[in-house]
């Protein structure tokens, strides 16, 4: 497998993977029994105080997962409290089916799935990962290669294949004589990677409004023909990244017969408690409770209208996976103190495995084994 990433077109070689049923959707939709009017994203946080139902892993022991980045193992790095384990995510009109490794594996037998972001994505991978590692046991046979900015799992027995290509901003990077320049009308190279997947799961956001060396380019340029400048209306440049994005998904260079797409909403990070009502803390090292209730008090992020906007101008069929409001309510949910950070950093943009992403890891779950084009 090694020698199969050494290259691009090896890699497209590898990505490239035959599809093969093996569940019926409608036996699935009587199995799960969620209505396609349910909206999976409204609803609340509830206690459960069950780790298993009917053996179907719900959360997993992270020192049992050898896949888990020390960014995440809240538990391995001291974490007391085990309270933000007990909660599932709710839906108002229906339930969020248990993800079920096996299940997952059979569905997508031969299958493979790219996601595309940041660190937060990669927080999705592993929880990903994690999950299906539960299920299939320790002695599954499971390939775990790093190529430049991809992580790769790979479930053997199964073929199939969990890929994180890290991007930050979607968009091409490249470098000139004068530095870094982000490209917001070019989609990034990799994109002729991502288009030979089955399933492809899509992010930005977070390091758009970061400054400094640690935000990854030096200048920024719209339009081949227009002027490179040292930065412009970061908000603006976000829309532009996105639009490059949509118009790319649009662009016949992916065949929707066999691949789906999804964009996932935005990862709230936790460094504001004024905006749950706690201001009198710094931030979330201190929570250990998910918020009541489903809204949130400061209301969505800003962005995430301009995400609904270009999303509504895709006319091809994209899911938006908008996990925002759901894992706004979980200010527990993140790291804090407890990872290898050092130096007394207070993690609340990552979270931690197990965790919250393991709900949108059910999400995800939901929407493959009942969706008839993978089948």
Known sequence: MRNSLRS??????????LIIATFSTHLLRQVFAIPRTCNL????????????????????????????????????HGRPDRGYLRYRWQPSACNLPKFDGKVFLEKLRGKTIVIVGDSISF?????????????????????????????????????????????????????????????????????????????????TGFWWDVNGN?????????????????????????????????????????????????????????????????????????????????????GPPPRLSIVEQVLSSIKSPVQFLNVTTLSQLRKDGHPGRYSDAGNGFVDCTHWCLAGIPDTWSSIIFAYLTLDENMA
Request: glycine residues 6%; negative net charge.
């Open 214 to 298: 640690q935000k990854g380019w030096d200048f920024i340029q719209d339009g081949e023909n227009n002027p490179i400048v040292r930065d412009m209306d970061r908000t603006l440049a976000f829309r532009k990244a996105l639009t490059t994005w949509a118009k790319w998904v649009d662009s016949g260079v992916l065949n929707f017969a066999k691949t789906k797409v999804f964009y996932q909403g935005f990862y709230p990070d936790h460094y504001r408690p004024s905006e749950w009502g706690r201001p009198e803390l710094k931030d979330c090292a201190k929570e250990t409770e998910p918020m009541s209730g489903s809204t949130y008090p400061a």
């Open 8 to 17: 691009h077109g090896g890699l497209v070689s590898h990505l490239s993977i």
């Open 123 to 203: 927080n999705q991978q592993e929880s990903l990962t994690c999950l299906l590692h539960a299920a299939v046991g320790p002695n599954s046979r499971i390939t775990y290669v790093k190529f430049q900015n991809t992580f790769i799992d790979e479930f053997q027995e199964y073929g199939v294949t969990i890929a994180e290509f890290y991007t930050r901003f979607l968009a091409q990077i490249t470098t000139e004589k004068i530095g870094r320049v982000l490209k917001l009308h070019l989609i990034n190279d990799y994109g002729n990677v991502w288009k030979d997947a089955d399933v492809l799961i899509f992010n």
């Open 41 to 76: 994203f409204q609803g609340s946080w509830v206690s459960d105080n069950s780790s298993k139902s009917n053996n179907i892993p719900l959360v997993y022991d992270s020192s049992q997962c050898p896949f888990i980045n020390p960014l995440f193992d809240c538990a391995k």
